[in-house]
């Protein structure tokens, strides 16, 4: 039986209520015991390990909906292991963790796979993506009610769009029978293939290959159409443009199951900072401008945009050092979900609140998590963090395998000082 | 031949749909139809009433089971029966729809059996021809004589048709028995309910004022007859379901999913069937619960009284010359 634990003076902050308060909260069990401003105010908690964390603002721990590891086929990037130890140190609790591994999740004993190798290796809850089509290759759906009882919490073809549109129709269809949850990515794959930049002046004096910023509003109109059509919970993955934006806010405004995330690159980094070919910048997809990112920090203050998400994709040296075209996309960013989320909030652009809820409850609320709350009885999945402590990003100093991050040297302000699963520390960076 | 002429029973010359025909004309198919499955079991099936006439089976699908029920029905009333099986393949050869029912209409046939992979064609046909035409299957249309020998078998064992729930389980889409069936039951009374995943449910199919189920369990609760429908096989490798295995998990009648429905419900199937896709061996040679041998009984009986019954529209003189 584990210690029960007790946290004293701490604000807490609960977005899937409103709660803000200074106050304790005491964890038994693996559960949220009991919660309250009033908690340990005059009695010392007796029996508990008592946590003092006064200065230090308590939330549920932060769900990150979308992450790439190397598990199974890229081991030497990242682990389930690696990552959830990054995960952690972030002050991350609950990763989804996408298909396009090798072999692809598109069956459900690669489901079981996964869920094993986590219960095994894993600091935070891991959560299966299953691929939408055997393969990721858009042909054929897969076996998404076998999958969902093998434990997937949604369905994906990761970074690939469902080109055609009669496969992703009936897939949708398929997967609203089982009412279960599609994510999806909005690139058009023939207006961007061999792109690595957004078409723009920058690109052009850079003498980049590029392809036009709508070649993702494209298909999120078209993706929101078939979500109208088939009834299916749709959530694109992440978003990264203003146009994405405006027709999401109207998908939603008519009712629609539609929500998306944004990674937090694409919040805080423009096709500027890609500077003079750093490839540890080029992301999919690519970097936009800034109004494009301003408008990823309006989403997130309006709601419009639902989730952030780290978007954590490793890569190696071998993928990274290479001329800008022909590198490897992709950023790690477990552990600076938290301090980039932060930022805006920090900035007065995003209410503290509506920052954490983009991490907490809205994502549980999509993917139809238990956690993602402070209430009694709730999973003890906690994020004990320091809003305001500096620091600046290290490659080195990260806990994940792979350090291909695109916020080297970048300051930050507030950052997971502790992090509890199921009432047990996974990290404690006091 | 019967000296006298029977009373008309049918106000069409054809046989097209379930749609068209009234509850009336139904009963009557069915009324005459249970004295031909006394007559099918006894020593003597065979009486002369369409002797001398001509009965072509025109089938550009390959089935076995529907053209020798025809084939059979057809020569228990004494006709001459041809079967004609057109190979699609003859049809790219040049030859329209249109042309081949021109060429039959020349050799002066009384009835004409037709099944063909495209809705309509059985009506295209009526059009063109001077006989009668009996629609055998058309596309995801009608296929009217299985909703009738259906209809057949739950009257025969449940007496009644109003009120009593039937689910139609399956690839509803794809299915012309679904659409027959749902016709005929609702015009009866009966309540019908479609179960089946979405990518195998017509759209708007609820405007058929059926109830609309995409979980068995919900979907047979309360069921009377669980009416299975056969899933094709191009249809279960990831196109509208994923697998063979996912589809029997959630869709295959087996015994779990069977205990849901109304205690002692029956199970139907218009073959043939896949075994272990859309319904468990166990329950389809389960003769407590399965009506399978007894639909295809009456298959032959419901197709002799069809071809009574048109065979009482021939004009008096023959066809005109």
């Given at each position: ?281 080029k992301v999919r997809p690519p970097l936009r401008s800034e109004d494009d990112r301003a408008a990823m920090v309006e989403g997130v203050a309006s709601g419009t945009i639902d989730i952030i998400v780290s978007s954590h994709e490793p890569q190696g ?114 | ?23 009336a004309e139904i009963i009557a198919l069915l009324d005459l139809a249970q004295t031909y499955v006394v007559q099918g079991r006894s020593g003597d099936k065979k009486t002369g009433l369409l002797n001398g006439r001509t009965l072509i089976n025109l089938f550009f699908e390959a089935s076995t089971r529907t053209q020798s029920s ?252």
């Open positions: 039986m584990m210690r029960p634990v007790a946290f004293r003076g701490c604000r807490l902050i609960d977005p899937a209520s409103g709660l803000d308060v200074k106050g304790g909260l005491l964890v038994e069990n693996g559960r949220i015991a009991d919660v309250g401003p009033r908690l340990f105010n005059d009695a010392e908690p007796t029996d508990p390990e008592v946590i003092d964390a006064r200065g230090l603002v308590l939330t549920p721990g932060l769900i990150d909906a979308r992450v790439f590891t190397g598990e199974p086929g890229s081991e030497h990037r990242e682990t389930l292991e690696s990552a959830s130890a990054a995960a952690a140190a972030g002050g991350i609790t609950s990763m989804v963790v996408m298909p396009n591994t090798d072999p692809v999740i598109d069956e459900p004993s690669l489901v079981d796979f996964i869920l094993r190798r986590a219960a095994g290796t894993a600091k935070v809850r891991v959560l299966p993506c299953g691929a939408l089509t055997k393969g990721l290759k858009g042909e054929v759906m897969t076996e998404v009610g076998l999958m969902r009882e093998a434990g997937a919490v949604a369905f994906s073809d990761a970074d690939r769009t469902v080109s055609n549109a009669r496969v992703l129709s009936r897939a949708l269809a398929y997967a609203a029978n089982f009412n279960a949850l599609v994510l999806g990515h909005a690139e058009d794959p023939e207006l961007t293939a061999g792109a690595s930049a957004t078409e723009g002046e920058f690109a052009t004096r850079l003498g980049l290959p590029a392809a036009p910023a709508l070649a993702e509003a494209m298909i999120v109109a078209r993706d929101i159409a078939l979500v109208e059509l088939t009834g299916a919970r749709y959530h694109f993955g992440q978003i990264s443009t203003r146009a994405s934006l405006q027709i999401i806010a109207a998908a939603k405004a008519r009712g629609l199951p539609v929500t998306c995330g944004v990674s937090a690159h694409h919040l805080s980094l423009n096709e500027l900072d890609v500077g003079a070919y750093l490839t540890f910048r040296a071998d993928t990274k050092r290479q001329p800008f075209a022909a590198a490897a996309a992709g950023s790690v960013g477990l552990e600076t979900l938290l301090p980039a989320t932060l930022a805006p909030a920090h900035d007065g652009q995003v209410s503290l609140m509506r920052a954490l809820d983009a991490l907490t409850a809205a994502p549980a609320r999509i993917f139809r998590l238990q956690g993602g709350t402070l209430a009694k009885g709730a999973p003890a999945d906690l994020t004990l963090m320091d809003l305001d402590e500096p620091f600046q990003v290290d490659a080195e100093k990260l806990h994940s395998r792979a350090r291909n991050t695109a916020f080297e040297g970048r300051k930050f302000q507030g950052r997971a000082k502790m992090t509890f699963v199921g009432g047990a520390c996974v990290y404690d960076g006091r | 031949m019967t000296s006298q002429p029977a009373a008309p029973l049918l106000s069409s010359s054809h046989l097209l749909g379930i749609e068209g025909l009234s509850p025809f084939e059979l029905a057809g020569k228990r009333l004494g006709a001459d029966v041809l079967n004609m099986s057109v190979k699609t393949s003859s049809v790219s050869k040049g030859e329209t729809l249109i042309d081949t029912a021109t060429t039959l209409n020349a050799m002066r046939p009384d009835l004409l059996v037709v099944r063909h992979q495209d809705a309509g064609a059985a009506e295209l046909l009526s059009r063109k021809v001077d006989c009668c035409v009996i629609n055998a299957g058309d596309g995801a249309h009608e296929h009217p004589t299985q909703a009738l020998l259906d209809a057949l078998t739950i009257r025969r064992r449940l007496g009644r048709f109003e009120g009593l729930v039937v689910a139609i389980c399956g690839d509803v889409l794809h299915s012309r028995v679904a659409r027959s069936n749902l016709r005929l039951l609702s015009m009866m009374g009966a309540r019908v309910r479609l179960v089946a995943p979405r990518t195998l449910l017509p759209a708007q199919a609820d405007r058929f004022g059926v109830e609309i189920f995409t979980d068995m369990k919900t979907g047979l609760a309360g069921a009377d007859i669980v009416m299975m429908l056969r899933l094709q096989l191009e249809r279960m490798s990831g196109a509208f379901v994923p697998s063979v295995r996912e589809y029997f998990r959630f869709y295959g009648l087996d015994r779990q999913k069977l205990a849901w429905a109304k205690p002692g419900a029956l199970v139907m199937h218009p073959g043939p069937m896949n075994r272990g896709v859309e319904i468990a061996s166990d329950i389809a040679d389960d003769v407590e619960v399965s009506l399978i041998s007894e639909q295809v009984e009456m298959g032959v009986a419901i197709r002799m009284a069809v071809l009574d019954a048109l065979s009482r529209t021939f004009p008096r003189e023959g066809r005109n010359t």
